[in-house]
């Protein structure tokens, strides 16, 4: 079975920049681990699916300007950047296949697995493990390693998160899993 890590919007504007998401420092280092264990596996591509908005952007009315293309807020954060082999996705919407060629991607390499790992459970993750769902791939989604966006509610973020997870595995179909028990099923 062939499997794409895909890493939604880990990206410096949501790390510690205009939109900063408290809730993202604690899924630096579980990120770390999985890209690691996927770049040293050959069954795994590793995809980031990153915002790149351009003037205009629909999102701007929700969010305000964020993430602009070519600029340092839609960079990755240092901390986990894409190294040669990686799949690079630049998104304008919420899913990481709208409107970009990560199905291509998939039927390259013939994925037939996501693990989707990343910001935000509720919003790009719940979006793009939709989009794969209807087209039939497996979906994954990690834990700990996935966050929702802390500022948007009052309500702990471990809780919308773990009813985010519940969603996605209820509604898609979409296996949860931590960090460590992935890792454990990689050897």
């Known amino acids: 079975m062939k499997t794409g890590l895909v890493i939604i919007d880990m990206l410096n504007d949501f790390q510690d920049g205009v939109l900063a998401n408290p809730a993202a420092d604690e899924i630096v280092e579980p990120l770390k681990r999985l890209i690691d264990a996927a770049r040293a596996n050959d069954d795994w591509v590793v995809i980031y699916g990153n915002d790149a908005h ?28 894409p190294q040669e082999g990686d799949e690079i996705v630049n998104k304008r919407y919420y899913s990481t296949f709208t409107e970009t060629d990560l199905d291509s991607i998939c039927k390259v390499y013939g994925i037939d697995r996501l693990v989707i790992v990343g910001q935000h459970t509720d919003c790009c993750v719940r979006h793009t493990s939709y989009d794969a769902y209807v087209r039939g791939l497996k979906v994954v989604v990690v834990s700990d390693a996935t966050c929702v966006f802390a500022p948007l509610s009052e309500q702990p973020h471990q809780e919308r998160n773990q009813a985010a997870l519940d969603y996605l595995k209820t509604i898609y179909g979409a296996r949860i899993v931590s960090t460590d028990k992935l890792l454990s099923e990689m050897k």
Do not use: M, N, R, W
Request: no cysteine.
């Open 54 to 81: 351009k003037p205009g952007d629909l999102e701007f009315e929700v969010f305000g300007e964020h993430a602009v293309a070519g600029t340092h807020g839609a960079a990755v954060i240092d901390a986990i950047a």
